[in-house]
């Protein structure tokens, strides 16, 4: 599938990420950057449930309602 992308130029180029971990020697998952020079790990948990707020919001009507 990615092959197919890149092929589509939907993708540039991708990583196998376990044999990067193997190359690399790594020995733990906190060891796995996420991105290479994007977000910092702070940032990246704060987006990890974009939904969370929405559904708290949704909620809050709701009970409003009744």
Known sequence: ?????IAERIIINYKNIMQDCLDNKIQTV????????????????????????EDSIEGSRNCKDN
């Open 30 to 53: 906190l060891d796995i950057p996420y991105f290479d020079d994007e977000l910092e790990q702070e940032e990246y948990e704060d987006l990890d449930n974009p939904f969370e707020s």
């Open 1 to 5: 599938m990615l092959d197919s992308a």
